[in-house]
């Protein structure tokens, strides 16, 4: 094998030495291509070279194969850079799978069932920024029309944050309370949160606890983006702002809690900060903006509306997200 | 040609009275040119290795014979601190992205049989090995 590669590269020599023309070059990048297929490293290259011109032209001057042999031993370290890059790429593909798995594990232990509510309509889409979801959705009913939702997001991206929301996640499971009250529910999370992550790592949470019967909504946030109530008889979108710090900051933490009544074709919309701080090339996409495209689409089912913002803010930017994404809407019908 | 068969490593001279060492060796041994390159940037890293981390020690070349088959062995020994964490320094991208060179992960490669004993606060003895094909 190696005695034909060295006839193989002697004959290319041989012909560009007689003619040096455009054809014997690209046979010759040709063959280099065939040399990396075998992993055959510079020095040996070199090496075969330096044989081919000794036999034939044998009566070159010394100071020709001593340059050669210099050359030969500087390219070891090309040689090793190349396997170490051979190697490295291994690892990085054995990396990407495990992510994978990882972020299958994830879905499957943050799966959420939106829940069914006499005279709501849900719309709910959360896309990860890159393989882990750093944003969280999760939903408790019950059958007397009690339904409580916590939209989170932790300050940070991809495994690490990950990691983190499982923690929020049992928290949640563990109070298992479909009318609890957004208050004591982020008291509670807060003090999971504050006890078991990192110092470095924060989470701000939304919790919306939903009467299907009265149509009212109570809710509390932990630092998190405001939610927007979208008023269907005057046309106009408001922020609801609840005061309270992120969770996992301060045990002693209060958080308050507020009332709203949602009339037919009310919208509220709760979402991350990766729905509102998409950029263009002309800086942040403004909110108006936002609220402009839910408005066309006002009249079609939460779920429409949800994807349409999400088709429209990616296309914006370039179809990139830098962030994960999530946004649910509730939509009184 | 010197009978020395070890050379002590205390300043970055003696890194090159090392290699001429082995290649001497690897020379009388039949090695090629490519694998006396090899051999030689094998014991470079070694002996700068001890240099830089240990401050004193030595590089060994021993000639082998196994069943007819013959190479060469390179011993680098030293008192120094040893190392801490060896899984990460035989990590690929460990000592190469901080622009130190091939590293230990080199010198596994331009050899064929590469040992590491180190001890912390001990000292560490690497023996590498190449055989003639």
Redesign the interface.
């Known amino acids: 094998m190696v005695q034909k590669i060295d006839s193989q590269y002697k004959e290319i020599l041989r012909q560009y030495m007689q003619r040096q023309s455009e054809q014997n070059l690209y046979d010759g990048q040709n063959f280099s291509r065939q040399l990396i297929a075998e992993n055959t490293s510079p020095e040996e290259v070199i090496s075969m070279h330096k044989a081919a011109m000794q036999e034939m032209y044998e009566d070159l001057p010394d100071v020709v194969w001593h340059s050669f042999d210099l050359l030969i031993e500087m390219m070891i370290s090309y040689g090793l850079a190349l396997q170490e890059r051979e190697s490295l790429l291994q690892r990085q593909e054995e990396l990407r799978v495990e992510m994978d798995l990882a972020a299958n594990v994830q879905e499957t232990l943050l799966k959420t069932t939106t829940p069914s509510l006499e005279g709501l309509d849900i719309g709910l889409l959360s896309i990860p920024a890159r393989k882990m979801n750093g944003d969280y959705v999760y939903f408790v009913s019950d059958q007397e029309g009690h339904a409580g939702i916590a939209v989170a997001d932790v300050i940070g991206k991809g495994l690490p944050a990950a990691l983190c929301m499982s923690m929020v996640k049992f928290g949640m499971d563990s109070l298992n309370n479909s009318r609890a009250r957004p208050k004591d529910v982020l008291d509670v999370i807060n003090r999971v949160v504050e006890k078991s992550i990192d110092d470095s790592m924060f989470v701000s949470m939304f919790y919306g606890s939903y009467n299907a019967g009265e149509a009212t909504m109570t809710y509390g946030s932990a630092g998190h983006e405001p939610a927007i109530l979208y008023r269907a008889k005057s046309e106009t979108f408001s922020e609801l702002n609840s005061k309270g710090l992120l969770l996992g900051v301060s045990p002693a933490a209060k958080y308050e809690e507020h009332t709203v009544h949602l009339e037919q074709g009310d919208l509220l919309i709760m979402m991350t900060d990766g729905v509102t701080e998409g950029r263009n090339e002309e800086g942040f996409i403004e909110r108006e903006v936002i609220f402009e495209l839910i408005h066309q689409m006002k009249d079609e089912p939460a779920q429409v509306i949800v994807r349409h913002v999400y088709d429209e803010l990616v296309r914006m930017q370039n179809a990139e997200l830098s962030d994960d994404f999530t946004l649910v809407i509730y939509k009184k019908v | 040609m010197s009978n020395q068969s070890s050379v002590e490593i205390q300043t970055e001279w003696d890194i090159v009275a090392a290699r001429q060492l082995g290649r001497n060796v690897a020379k009388e041994l039949g090695f090629?040119?490519?694998d006396q390159?090899?051999i030689?940037?094998a014991i470079s890293e070694l002996a700068r290795n001890i240099y830089l981390y240990a401050g004193h020690g030595k590089i060994e070349i021993q000639r082998l014979t196994n069943n007819g088959m013959k190479g060469i062995m390179i011993i680098a020994a030293d008192n120094g601190p040893g190392i801490s964490d060896v899984r990460k320094v035989m990590e690929?991208?460990f000592s190469?992205s901080g622009g130190l060179?091939?590293g230990l992960?080199?010198v596994k490669?331009?050899m064929d049989e590469f040992k590491i004993d180190t001890t912390q606060g001990e000292g560490t003895d690497i023996r590498a090995t190449k055989w003639l094909r």
């Open positions: 090629g040119t490519v390159a090899r030689t940037t690929d991208g190469t060179g091939a992960p080199g490669r331009l």
